[in-house]
């Protein structure tokens, strides 16, 4: 029983110190995210009890870490052989394990601190574009240190590990006196190694409760999100997500039967009688058509809380002049919370399906929307970034899908590119004037959408803008301001100017702010605002979707065509709600309520309007049901629309 004791001592300061590891990354965050607590009420129990719960996961990964090794040396230790390779081995064993956990952590905190979310499946999207994530790591000065950590906190863990077990091996051997290995003591030895294992097995359920082991929902006790976020480990979180997007692969969208989906978009959409194939296309007529040419400029990562923050709308005076001078749709919603979303759903009026990829199928699939449409009524059809345009291959599906001319990257002077994120949003704009120029001169009007990049990290101001003084944020939402205020400049001087419609939204918002709700809102929040040659400035406080940009431009131009997406004509049809996503969660939002849907199954009501973080979803079953159903309709059909390649024009 001794070498049993003996090995478990050996064990345990392991077992300690990964928890105090966990511990102080968890410590990290909150620091990092210190605004969403400053000043919450009941903070100090609210972060007690949130550690004390992250203390069950980080139990729970460490048990799981630990089950092996644990097995080996109760099994040897009944076996009575203590072979010096197998002690490295388990010291090899916990090094790699431990710290691949503590990399996932490391990762965590600096995805937490851009998309305030823990780091989920969602990254798998980027695989084929390692450089291009590579670039931007090594460009960030917060994103080197946190490499440079991913390398130190390992080693020196398993500089620490092999220290205790050098010191195991030099402690001298000694047999049990007086102890006879008789069935008696193969038996007590045999009972202590079940209750070892059992308890490790225990500590990897993380509770006593028998129908269901610890979950994500498990560390979700306040109405505060960073409260409930913080308790739950990155690696139990990561390696959940994978999981629940491997089944939902395995589903495809299975929230309710495909029929009763469309059958309940089709009613939203007043739709009595097919028009074609598709079940959703219906005819759109107008009494006079208008050739304006259309520039859409989405924006990088600008949450609408940047116009409601005086500190922060004193940064951008050109884009608030703008808001007060546009048709201005303060309550409008990003499909999803990655540019490829945001291209997706402004561009194609597609929705965000969760964790999955628009651009990244293996047949590019044709789909309704801005190039195709307008590519078809006569107009030429461009597509402009700072960067690369093959990042998400968006390039690629662009091409496919009538964007006959893209400028990027590999168009522009070595020593205009600072980053993985290419040249400055300024400069961009600057090459993008003589190109609009040419197409103007072609006598057809022109659709032509413009990529906006500094707002992202690795945030590089160029040395010829000066900004206030401010933090980082601010500064680069001053230079993003100046920027498209230097556009509109270049091209006002221009004749087409006066036949243009420009369109301008965000990709999809950004962590702003304390955070009320169980999903980030202010991600998914963004400004939209559409400047029309006949029309008046006018502020819309419907609900409204990235989605709805194109059938409402449409509108403007007056073009007849066959509306195949999942957007209205905001300034034909109010919306009674807008449904988007933010990977693994699904929101839906109405005139006053916002509800959420976690792939888990978490759900959530709260009521927006008051800015209240009360779930009142138990005494508002009827609005949640309806909400619910609203938002898996969208999707479930929209996913059955792209299965079915029934999303072309």
């Not at 077990?165 to 007590?188: I, M, V």
């Amino acid at each position: 029983m001794r070498v049993l004791c003996k090995n478990l001592r050996y064990l345990l300061p392991v077992y300690l110190s990964g928890l105090f590891v966990f511990f102080l990354f968890r410590l990290i965050l909150l620091f990092s995210q210190w605004e969403q607590v400053d000043g919450l009420t009941g903070r100090c129990g609210l972060l007690v009890r949130s550690f004390l719960m992250g203390l069950r996961f980080d139990s729970v990964i460490s048990c799981y870490i630990f089950v092996f090794p644990l097995l080996v040396v109760c099994t040897f230790t009944i076996i009575g052989k203590q072979p010096q390779l197998l002690k490295k081995g388990l010291a090899i064993f916990f090094s790699i394990f431990y710290g691949i956990s503590f990399i996932i952590c490391i990762a965590d905190i600096l995805y937490f601190g851009y998309f305030f979310k823990h780091l989920n499946a969602s990254i798998f999207n980027w695989t084929g574009e390692q450089s291009f994530v590579t670039e931007m790591l090594l460009k960030d000065k917060i994103s080197l240190l946190a490499l440079a950590l991913s390398v130190i906190i390992p080693l020196l863990f398993s500089f620490f590990v092999f220290k205790i077990l050098k010191r195991f091996l030099n402690e001298k051997e000694k047999e049990e006196a007086g102890e006879k290995k008789s069935w008696a003591y193969y038996t007590r030895l045999g009972i202590c190694s079940v209750l070892i294992l059992c308890l490790c097995i225990l500590g990897i359920r993380g509770r006593l409760a028998v129908k269901s082991p610890i979950r994500v929902g498990t560390a979700y006790f306040s109405n505060n999100l960073f409260i409930n976020e913080l308790g739950l480990n990155p690696v139990f979180y990561f390696l959940r997500s994978i999981l629940d997007s491997q089944s939902m692969k395995k589903q495809v969208l299975s929230f309710i039967p495909d029929e009763e989906a469309i059958a309940t978009v089709q009613q939203y959409f007043g739709i009595t009688h097919l028009q074609g194939k598709s079940p959703i296309s219906r005819e759109k007529t107008y009494g006079q058509r208008k050739n304006y040419n259309v520039v859409l400029i989405l924006m990088e990562g600008i949450s609408y809380s940047v116009f409601e923050d005086e500190k922060t709308r004193s940064y951008i005076p050109f884009l608030d002049s703008l808001s007060r001078n546009s048709l201005f749709f303060n309550h409008c919603y990003s499909a999803g919370i990655h540019t490829m979303n945001g291209v997706c759903g402004s561009l194609f009026s597609y929705p965000a399906l969760m964790q999955q990829h628009p651009f990244k199928s293996a047949e590019i699939q044709t789909m309704a929307g801005f190039p195709n449409i307008l590519r078809k009524n006569g107009y030429q059809t461009a597509y402009f970034t700072t960067h690369d345009d093959q990042f998400d291959n968006i390039g690629g599906f662009l091409k496919a899908n009538d964007v006959e001319f893209i400028l990027s990257q590999n168009d522009y002077p070595g020593d205009k590119i600072l980053s993985n994120l290419g040249v400055p949003d300024d400069y961009m704009f600057e090459r993008a004037v003589p190109e609009l120029n040419r197409m103007a001169r072609n006598g057809k009007p022109f659709f032509a959408a413009l990529l906006t990049a500094s707002n992202h990290t690795p945030i590089i101001i160029p040395e010829y803008f000066k900004p206030r003084e401010g933090d980082l944020r601010s500064r680069i939402l001053e230079y993003s301001d100046w920027s498209l205020k230097k556009f509109f400049d270049l091209v006002k001087r221009e004749s087409w100017f006066e036949n243009t419609l420009f369109v301008l939204c965000s990709d999809h918002g950004s962590p702003f702010g304390q955070q009320l709700y169980d999903m980030a809102i202010t991600f998914n929040h963004i400004p939209m605002m559409i400047l029309s040659p006949d029309k008046k400035p006018e502020v819309y406080n419907n609900p409204a979707g990235q989605i709805d940009i194109f059938p409402t431009v449409m509108g403007l131009l007056g073009i007849d065509y066959k509306n195949n997406t999942f957007g209205e004509d905001l300034l034909e049809k109010k919306r009674e709600y807008i449904f988007f996503s933010a990977d693994n969660v699904i929101g839906c939002i109405g005139d006053s309520l916002l509800y959420t849907y976690h792939i888990d199954g978490r759900e959530s009501l709260y009521n927006y309007q008051k800015q209240s973080s009360d779930n009142i979803i138990g005494t508002h079953k009827d609005e949640s049901g309806k909400m619910k159903k609203y938002a898996f309709s969208m999707m479930q059909a929209a996913q059955y629309m792209l299965r079915n390649d029934l999303v072309k024009p």
